[in-house]
């Protein structure tokens, strides 16, 4: 691909990340940041807060996979092409805590058609892997910058 | 199994929910209720708030996730034996939007020894099928009433 | 729904699957039986070989898949829409061991517009549940009768 | 880690392997191939035959699925703990056909304390991607080798 078609798809999906974000009422609720976006690609950050706390006082997984589903609602929609989740599969092999600063990366790694495969690993501060979330994506019709009036 | 064990083992699991609810931070916060609990049941409801849509205005599939993850843990807990969730599966049929009133049924269908599988399905009010939800769970050491004081 | 057309939709069902089975190259190999078809449903069983066994001389957990899949594909099949799956999960419980007669019972669970979800259960001639498998189906153009001459 | 010590696990790893091969019946059956075999890591491969076919007359998922947990158990029994699957999840984003040469590689992601998390990518001769599965593993007490006389 020529650099400049490549600048124009980082340009693309930088432009659909801050388009994302401006509406994005759950990530405003919980506190997370959109750190980074490429196209099929995107990183995320979140603080444990203690209203994020099941009855253990250990982070909700659901918690987790809202953070996790974020980081891949970013990535699979990074093309400007609408995305939705279909199925997701999450594995815990640890907790997270009050006050961890969780980062949630997610890479696209399959894209055939109009379905997609993204691979999001959750890791705390110490590195320490918190989630691994496998989500299937199915492109519909529409962008997401079509709306945009600016 | 005769009535009083019946009996007694349902005082159990609602014991249980009273203790997990009163210091279950998420579910506060989001604003879900605990309708009922039995030995390896749980139904719970929670009213989708504009602070749970993302960007595409339609109700965050980790909210959904959280909700069903919630019904889970009851279930799993109900026998006061502490069981966290190794794994979990979701498909999403449909979407929430706001103002849509949410009911996860959880349903322990599996456990042998320390490993349980639960499915949880999330309705709307109209009976739609929102999500459904398969978690795997493993008991660990200890209960969850151990802890009360009176 | 009128008794005829519940009838006519149980003719169609038995249909399909007589007509998967004659072509079903892998049910053959691997000695699967189609104990029923209803719309919506399939039972198979299948006798756990020595050739079916992994290096710890216990039933492979792809053999159990495959039966289990193989029942997912005839209960969403059992419309004469085609359809294929998206996408499986599977949970062990427990294994298989040489001798053991399997069955495996597939009840879709959800079916709107053209995605279907559907559940299997695979238990032992005791009753004990060997693997618990859900999967995501999605119809195609196109008929499983269509082809058919007489 | 120094390098006789890399050594050592190479060398583990590959006695793993031929012992396991040995008494694979299943691999045998299939014309299932070991190709490779490091700490954490397995490929192999497998000719799709026409008695591997479905009613469609395409690969059954069941045949795929086999060939990906084969990888996965070569890849988290590779440090000769006798570690065993609780849940597997995949995707099929294409599917394969008569005659296709399929290679499955296996990578263990995780692994802390007992429990693991392996992911398995299998090609086809063109190398587009047949199957996309993810493993959950858990170790047992006993070794791989335990048994070996020789």
Known sequence: ??????????HLAEAVGRRMYERD??????GITLEAIRPGY????????????????LLHG???FTLADTAFAYACNSHDRTAVATGCNIVFPATGHEGDQLTAEAVECHL???SGVCDVTVTNQKG??????RGQSRQMQGTVLAGEDD
Chains 1, 2, 3, 4 share one sequence.
């Open 1 to 10: 691909m020529p650099e400049h078609a490549i600048r124009a798809r980082q």
């Open 25 to 30: 009422h759950i990530s405003h609720a919980l």
């Open 42 to 57: 995107a990183r995320l950050t979140m603080r444990v807060r203690q209203d994020m706390l099941n009855s253990h006082q």
């Open 62 to 64: 659901g918690m987790t």
């Open 112 to 114: 055939s058609g109009r």
């Open 128 to 133: 320490e892997v918190i989630a691994l979330f």
